[in-house]
């Protein structure tokens, strides 16, 4: 005899606020490394290297 399983319980696991949170988290923590990456590259800049920029744009 086959039991029947409701489609609710028959699921994994539950989609809920806990995942969400999680993924947001991940991406506000991307956000923040890529700015904290993106200052350091400007702070490290030498203006060699800005002067460079500039004539290859010409």
Do not use: D, F, H
């Not at 993924?23 to 506000?28: K, N, Q, Y």
């Amino acid at each position: 005899m086959t039991k029947t399983i409701p489609a609710e319980k028959a699921r994994q696991g539950r989609r809920g606020r806990q995942v969400l949170l999680v993924l947001v988290c991940g991406l506000i923590l991307a956000a923040v490394a890529w700015v904290a990456v993106e200052y350091y590259g400007r702070a490290i800049e030498t203006p060699a290297t800005q002067n460079q920029g500039i004539s290859e744009q010409q």
